[in-house]
Structure formats: C-alpha cells, structure tokens
T-cell receptor
Framework: ETGVTQTPRHLVMGMTNKKSLKCEQH?????MYWYKQSAKKPLELMFV???????ENNSVPSRFSPECPNSSHLFLHLHTLQPEDSALYLC?????????????FGDGTRLSIL | SQQGEEDPQALSIQEGENATMNCSYK?????LQWYRQNSGRGLVHLIL?????REKHSGRLRVTLDTSKKSSSLLITASRAADTASYFC????????????FGQGTRLTINP
C-alpha cells in the first residue's frame, strides 16, 4: 500500500461524542499535516508535525487534539464538537527539508456534526 | 494575510480549449505550488515554481511567476474532460516546518 491513507472516509457524530481520525503514510516522509476544508473557505492548516514534534498550531480550538506517535501515523482526536466543525479533514505528508517540498494528501474524512 | 487568491472562481470551457487560471498573493515567497482536487478526493501536487524562476512546464501545464506583481498563472493546454477539477495555488513558507497557504481555488469544468 502506498500514499496517504485516511480513515474513516465518512464520520457522523453528535456534539457530545468522542472520535478519532487516523492518517497513515507509506512514503517515508517525516512531516505530517492536518487541514480543514470547509465550503466557501480556503484550505486551513490546523497542525504540523515535523520529525514527530508539533511545530504549528493555528489557533485551533482545544476540542481538536492531534497526536503523532511516529513519523508514519497521525491522529486527530475530536470531542465536544460544534456544528461549524462539519468539514472535510485532510491529512498530508512531506519531507521535512525546508520549503519546496510537494505535499501528498489523503482523500480526507468527511465529518458531519449533528 | 499571505493567502493566495485565484481568479476566476469558476471557469467552464470546451474540450480542446486552453484554460488559464491566475493566482495573486500578498507577501514575498520562497516557492509557489499548484494543486488539483477532484471532487471528493484529496489534493494532488501538480507543479512547483521557485521564486527565482519565471516559467515552468510539465506536460500540458505551464506555470508562470511574476514576483514583482506577486502573481502566478497556470495554463492547461488542449484541455480534456479529465481536467475537470478545482485548482489551487499555495504559497510556500517556513515556520519551523513547511507551511502552505492556499487560496480558495478555481473550479474548472471541461465540457465535452
């Protein structure tokens, strides 16, 4: 299996639920990213991990909690979400070698908050 | 904001025609990247142009960069139905790790 794989592809949850999104990359990259894509808005960078250390947190609400246990896996833990959190959540990976690296994206998890 | 802004927001052309999409940004950049997104899928990297380059080609794609105007364009020649997708430019920054700042994209529809 190659590329970036995200699971689940679709998730419907209530506002009081706790769930996790998973991302796995098989490209040998050492930087991983979470993005949020909402209708009518640009892709928003949420978190960046480089060499398994978080280096960017774009003022994301604490109801989103990332975890990067190793360079191949990335999780986004969700709890007490709001309806405005419904969106497509995309994971990406790249080499952590400065700028000029293409990022490789998974197909995303479509999240719906009831 | 260093966000890129694409123009037009939507473009519909006939198969075989050329499609041009434009991107403007606000601050100095190291690189600029273009991505494609098919409906319901993730983004796919198309091409990267460095700040010291003015033009770059990849197959039917041609990208230009004008750093004095803070703008870039993506040209797709001899368009095909399979080119129907959204296209995004992204400025490429370093914040201790790579940070891409995306525009809102151009929705391209190729009519058969």
């Amino acid at each position: 299996e190659t590329g970036v794989t995200q699971t689940p592809r679709h998730l419907v949850m209530g506002m009081t639920n706790k769930k996790s999104l998973k991302c796995e990359q098989h490209l040998g990259h050492n930087a991983m990213y979470w993005y949020k894509q909402s209708a009518k808005k640009p892709l928003e960078l949420m978190f960046v991990y480089s060499l398994e250390e978080r280096v960017e947190n774009n003022s994301v609400p604490s109801r989103f909690s990332p975890e990067c246990p190793n360079s191949s896996h990335l999780f986004l833990h969700l709890h007490t979400l709001q309806p405005e959190d419904s969106a497509l959540y995309l994971c990406a990976s790249s080499q952590a070698q400065g700028t000029g690296q293409p990022q490789h994206f998974g197909d995303g998890t479509r999240l719906s908050i009831l | 904001s260093q966000q890129g802004e694409e123009d037009p927001q939507a473009l519909s052309i006939q198969e075989g025609e050329n499609a041009t999409m434009n991107c403007s940004y606000k601050t100095s950049i190291n690189n600029l990247q273009w991505y494609r997104q098919n409906s319901g899928r993730g983004l796919v990297h198309l091409i990267l142009i460095r700040s010291n380059e003015r033009e770059k080609h990849s197959g039917r794609l041609r990208v230009t960069l004008d750093t004095s105007k803070k703008s870039s364009s993506l040209l797709i020649t001899a368009s095909r139905a399979a080119d129907t997708a959204s296209y995004f430019c992204a400025t490429d920054l370093w914040v201790g790790a790579q940070k891409l700042v995306f525009g809102q994209g151009t929705r391209l529809t190729i009519n058969p």
